[in-house]
């Protein structure tokens, strides 16, 4: 199957600080991303849907500017944490599409990457 | 708006035994539905997925699902649970180029 790299696989950051987590696609072009959060034991939420070129779409009650997102080429999308706090420690996992099939119907997904904030 | 449901946030088994994970589903629109599975501190790794065509699926390490539009179900059965199984699995259901929405997730833990 296609596969999606996310980094980094863990990250440690001081509240207040800004965290980049990074999404690629290493075999396929991805036109659309999704962002996912889990807290322990709990399913994964959707955060935002991002295609390639435009702004990304967020559900409701995700702040679209703290989870700064963007999908600046086919096989990269990066979401940003901006001003970090301990509630924003979470697992975070990108998922892609392949824009290159015609009846594409799954999504892979990265390995996720965990945030604490301290 | 498509959705699942995962009855039970945690089974437990014993090895050798019949593993039964339950989901259902809630779509507009015929669905595409998925089950992934999930170690800790990793991400999803799909078992098996349903499109169109043959309603039983076959998946990885010996998991199937059968789709059942008339109970709007695809549960996740494996004829005998192995220690290696012990996992999260999560339900999932995708309408065509929408995003994937997920169940709550069920536990699975497999006894000697």
């Known amino acids: 199957g296609a596969v999606v790299s996310q980094h980094p696989s863990w990250v440690i950051c001081k509240s207040g600080t800004s965290v980049k987590i990074e999404c690629r696609s290493l075999?396929?072009?991805?036109?659309?991303m999704f962002w996912y959060r889990q807290f322990p034991k709990q399913s994964l939420m959707l955060m935002a849907t991002?295609?390639?070129?435009?702004?990304?779409?967020?559900e409701q009650g995700v702040e679209k500017d703290k989870f700064l997102i963007n999908h600046a080429s086919l096989t990269l999308s990066t979401l940003t944490v901006t001003s970090a706090h301990p509630e924003d420690s979470s697992f975070y996992i990108c998922?892609?599409?392949?824009?290159?099939?015609?009846?594409?119907?799954?999504?892979?997904f990265g390995q996720g990457t965990r945030l604490t904030v301290v | 708006a498509q959705s699942v449901t995962q009855l039970g946030s945690h089974v437990s088994v014993s090895e050798g035994a019949l593993v039964l994970l339950r989901c259902n589903y809630s779509?507009?629109?015929?669905?595409?539905l998925f089950w992934y599975v999930q170690y800790p501190n990793q991400g999803l790794q799909l078992l098996l997925k349903?499109?169109?065509?043959?309603?039983l699926v076959k998946g990885i390490n010996g998991f199937e699902a059968e789709f059942k539009k008339s109970e709007t179900s695809f549960h996740l059965t494996k004829p005998s649970a192995h220690m290696s199984d012990a996992a999260e699995y999560f339900c999932?259901?995708?309408?065509?180029?929408?995003?994937?929405?997920f169940g709550a997730g069920t536990r699975l833990t497999v006894k000697p």
């Open positions: 349903y499109t169109t065509g043959a309603t």
């Open positions: 075999d396929f072009q991805a036109t659309t």
């Open positions: 779509s507009s629109v015929p669905p595409y």
């Open positions: 991002s295609n390639e070129g435009s702004k990304a779409t967020y």
């Open positions: 999932a259901v995708s309408e065509f180029n929408n995003d994937m929405r």
């Open positions: 998922s892609a599409r392949d824009g290159g099939r015609s009846a594409n119907t799954e999504a892979f």
